[in-house]
């Protein structure tokens, strides 16, 4: 068993089809039969069956894939890994954000970083906080910026780097713009935009669970901007990351204040795996995030 077996074998199971193997990796139809064949005689173990168009995987094949990805995943990272330590000058960092880093601390940064090191490939992938946590654990990507509160994994080193507050926002239009500080009652009446999901939305559902409240939800969107945007045009009010709405506010389009009884202990993090190196690419941009951050 090798790896150019193992490619073979889970790109097989990811496209079902022998004739898409042999396209999608450059291969002749009769040569990944052979290595897929070889590998079977090598186990000793029937892989999957293909009958017409159904595919399926044995117990041992569902075993070998699961093995595989984990070892090609591995593969990769150990040659980014090399490639970084022969030149730091050349490479890829695989970066992983929750959405308010990657719209409102990474910008200048990978902006400075690309202008000072312009043959190193950025690569930013957007997503919730766990589905970060989960990519960085799976080897996909090198490390990750995100929002989070009270994040604990016993694999991954959590470095904060700056405090993430949450505020309450409104029209200048709205009748809580008359009102010098904010109590519970104010929301029970109110109509909330708030965001669908993420660890933003967690952290409102956490503190109206505790506040004993349901907010009254009018709409929820994916876009912070979007939220803003509505909340400007007197729709509604949100909760949001203070750091989030500073633009909207600085302008004068919005108005914030602090959100009552909540305690503010979320953080904007770096997060990587304990066991993976820090490569001088990886220090490199490290540096220059907690620099302008």
């Given at each position: ?6 490619q ?40 999957y069956?293909?009958?017409a168009d159904?595919?399926?995987l ?24 090399m ?25 200048p940064?990978l902006s ?33 910026v995100?929002s ?7 694999a ?34 109110q109509a ?34 979007a ?16 750091r989030?709405a500073e ?21 904007i ?6 066991d ?16 302008q951050?």
């Amino acid at each position: 068993m090798n790896i150019h077996q193992l490619q073979i074998f889970q790109k097989l199971v990811q496209v079902k089809s022998i004739t898409k193997v042999a396209n999608q990796l450059g291969l002749k139809q009769p040569t990944v039969s052979f290595h897929l064949k070889k590998l079977e005689e090598e186990l000793g173990l029937s892989l999957y069956s293909k009958r017409a168009d159904d595919f399926s995987l044995t117990p041992a094949g569902k075993t070998l894939y699961n093995y595989a990805s984990e070892i090609l995943s591995l593969v990769s990272e150990v040659d980014r890994v090399m490639k970084d330590y022969q030149s730091f000058k050349r490479g890829e960092l695989l970066i992983g954000a929750s959405h308010i880093p990657a719209n409102y601390i990474l910008p200048p940064v990978l902006s400075t970083f690309t202008e000072a090191n312009p043959n190193i490939h950025l690569s930013l992938t957007v997503q919730s906080t766990p589905s970060i946590i989960e990519l960085i654990k799976e080897k996909e990507i090198d490390f990750g910026v995100v929002s989070e509160q009270n994040l604990y994994d016993e694999a991954i080193a959590i470095h904060r780097i700056v405090g993430d507050e949450l505020t309450v926002i409104f029209s200048k239009q709205h009748e809580l713009a008359q009102k010098p500080d904010l109590t519970i009652d104010d929301f029970k009446d109110q109509a909330f935009i708030l965001h669908k999901q993420g660890s933003t939305r967690e952290m409102i559902n956490g503190w109206a669970k505790q506040e004993n409240i349901k907010l009254p939800l009018k709409m929820e969107l994916s876009s912070i901007e979007a939220i803003c945007t509505m909340v400007r045009m007197n729709t509604g009010i949100s909760i949001i990351s203070k750091r989030a709405a500073e633009f909207f506010i600085e302008r004068g389009d919005l108005l914030a204040q602090p959100v009552p009884n909540m305690e503010n202990n979320r953080n904007i993090s770096l997060v990587y795996r304990k066991d993976r190196p820090i490569t001088p690419i990886m220090q490199q941009f490290i540096n220059s995030l907690f620099q302008q951050t």
